[in-house]
């Protein structure tokens, strides 16, 4: 989810949910008989909510909402006057990847543990982007990171517990351990952590993962845009730095102005404690988080887990950039069984120990894990490789070393519950088979791919820790009437998108897909303009039908779909919506949500949740 695509230039009436909206191309089909029993969802660029017919939404947890720590709870100021510390006690910017945790048995409570991927600096701050100071940097550190919540469904809909017990912010300021094979190592240790074992802070989270033993994982993705320094120190950039985009003079904010560990030419070995899967214990909120470079470094996209036949953890990864790769991490140990406190505690370390591979998809429609292990491949001493550690902390040039296919920005990876096919959106590479980048290839089969697919495959025996598998396209996402397109749907008729993002399985076995197309800028192009707003859809796998089920507002990206077990509530995020501006004054207007009750100018990201009107299962 790249962050120099956020344009916010769309107009429209501001609502909430919209039950039909404006058309901006072809009508939805109606469903086939028995499949995805819901209303049709028509293409919109209405600036709302849009649903089927015979559901309904309501706003949860919008951008400056108190968290509800006990004795901390300050109100969302809308001029953006909220203070650091406000901020480190408030929702935070951009919702992202998103898990519920069940409370009970009985589906009514819950911990929604949610990202923030990153901070718009425009609307977080009184006076924008004017001047920077030590103040704003601060606060624009706590708008990212992670958000725990309590919530319950009540008579009058779903509600946040206030205050909690379990209720917390970890943002770019938290205390973070380090654990695994690059801890305590030379390439992480700083002036201010000798030891190489303590990092402070946590940002760019982007898509997420949930353990066998019920802890939260979070991905940072787009780290490298917080690191800077004087221009002329970007003559000393090692390959690795520019490889990774941590070059001074190419950031996109002034931390480094203000916090000196962002100086790249001070602090080098900073942003290798960034990059990192990272482990949080949802139900103690004085837990410490941990990250865990045994699953490697890189733009992290996705921690998802699936156990192996031998009970052991696989962990699959997208980097999300174009040309990086798919990798897989399986433990060394196996996993001791349990959700509860002494589960998560059987289970601490179990992420610290075990080898790491990068995906090759072959032409023969085949596949291979390759190991990236010092001394194996070709990952050596002459390689530039010293030890273990190297390999970890740069995985993207060890993947270059054995031959891993190089993807179109692969993101979410998604399990099949009862197949146990693995699902990886690849959201799209416009640089592909341009002058002195890869050509098309058979997992990657469109030059300048500006819509994206779904790939998935199915590893050897069922079994997690196959290192072979056999793999195909699910679809190939765009528009079939443009021409060269090269869309490519499991069924004709299938509702169209492009640049799908999101990836959800729900314990039935439908898949939901959320897309990323872009802001206004690419929206209202002549590719993306026909497909709409960005999409929730509702695929199933076992006939192939793709269908709309929900539209958002202007300029946002759909995100972070999750339904509670008993699958009659769907909460899904909305990034990063569109502030409108009126086209004759050029004065801001209302932005959704809020609205003009009251009035707001500063649209902010939220959490939308989705229920039957009847009660009844979500996607029938």
């Not at 939404?57 to 969302?76: D, N, R, V």
């Not at 004085?286 to 490697?296: N, Q, W, Y």
Request: charged residues 20%; aromatic residues 8%.
């Amino acid at each position: 989810m790249s962050f120099d695509r956020r344009v916010f230039l769309q107009s429209g009436a501001a609502a909430l949910v919209a039950l039909l909206g404006e058309s901006a191309g072809a009508a939805a089909r109606p469903p086939a008989p028995g499949l995805l029993g819901f209303g049709p969802v028509p293409i919109t660029l209405h600036d709302g909510i849009t649903l089927p017919p015979e559901y309904a939404a309501e706003i949860l947890y919008p951008w400056g909402t108190p968290t509800g720590i006990a004795g901390a709870m300050p109100a969302f100021a809308p001029d953006g006057s909220n203070s650091a510390a406000e901020q480190a006690q408030q929702a935070g910017m951009h919702h992202d990847g998103m898990h519920f945790f069940p409370l009970g048995t009985d589906g009514r409570r819950g911990l929604l543990v949610m990202n923030h991927e990153y901070t718009d600096e425009r609307w977080l701050h009184t006076d924008g982007v004017d001047r920077w100071t030590d103040e704003k940097v601060r606060k624009s550190l706590h708008a990212m990171g992670v958000s725990v919540i309590e919530i319950e469904r009540t008579p009058q809909g779903w509600r946040q517990v206030l205050p909690s017990r379990y209720a917390r912010r970890i943002h770019g300021a938290t205390p973070m351990r380090m654990a695994g094979p690059v801890a305590g190592t030379p390439w992480l240790r700083t002036a201010a952590d000798p030891s190489g074992t303590r990092a402070l802070g946590t940002f760019a989270n982007c898509a997420m993962g949930v353990t066998p033993w019920g802890t939260y994982l979070t991905c940072e993705e787009n780290f490298h845009g917080y690191f800077g320094g004087p221009k002329e120190a970007a003559a000393q950039a090692t390959p690795a730095q520019k490889r990774y985009g941590t070059v001074a003079g190419t950031q996109w904010v002034e931390y480094w102005r203000f916090d000196k560990r962002f100086d790249l030419s001070k602090h080098p070995n900073e942003p290798h404690r960034f990059g990192w899967v990272v482990e949080i214990d949802p139900f103690d909120p004085t837990s410490t988080p941990t990250k865990r470079t045994a699953l490697g470094r890189k733009r992290q996209e996705s921690a998802t887990c699936r156990l192996t036949r031998d009970g052991r953890v696989a962990v699959y990864m997208g980097d999300d950039a174009a040309f990086e790769y798919i990798y897989k991490f399986v433990s060394r140990d196996t996993v001791r069984p349990g959700q509860d406190a002494a589960g998560r505690a059987a289970n601490r370390t179990l992420l610290d120990h075990g080898t790491l591979y990068v995906a090759r998809y072959d032409a023969d429609g085949r596949g291979r894990w390759l190991e990236l292990t010092h001394g194996h491949g070709g990952i050596d001493a002459a390689a530039g490789f010293v030890d273990q550690a190297q390999v970890l902390l740069h995985a993207r040039l060890a993947a270059d070393v054995v031959g891993g296919t190089k993807m179109d920005r692969p993101e979410w990876i998604a399990v099949h519950p009862q197949t146990g096919e693995v699902y990886v959106t690849l959201t799209n590479n416009v640089l592909r088979g341009e002058p002195g980048q890869p050509a098309a290839d058979a997992a990657n089969p469109r030059e300048r791919n500006v819509s994206g697919g779904i790939l998935r495959w199915r590893e050897d025996d069922g079994d997690a820790a196959s290192l072979g598998f056999a793999w195909d396209h699910f679809v190939l996402a765009g528009d079939p009437a443009q021409p060269g397109a090269g869309a490519r749907y499991p069924q004709a008729g299938d509702d169209t998108f492009g640049s799908p993002d999101g990836l959800h399985f729900d314990s039935g076995g439908l898949l939901w897909v959320q897309t990323d197309m872009g802001g206004t800028e690419r929206l209202g192009n002549a590719t993306q303009a026909p497909m709409g707003n960005n999409q929730l859809l509702c695929a199933d796998p076992a006939s192939g039908r793709i269908r709309r089920f929900l539209v958002g507002p202007n300029g946002c990206e759909i995100t972070g779909c999750v339904l509670t077990p008993d699958r009659r509530t769907l909460f899904v995020n909305v990034q990063h919506p569109g502030e409108r501006v009126d086209a004759a004054t050029g004065a801001l207007l209302p932005a959704w949500p809020d609205g003009a009750t009251p009035v707001s100018t500063r649209p902010r990201s939220a959490t939308v949740v989705v229920r039957r009107r009847d009660g009844g299962i979500v996607g029938s």
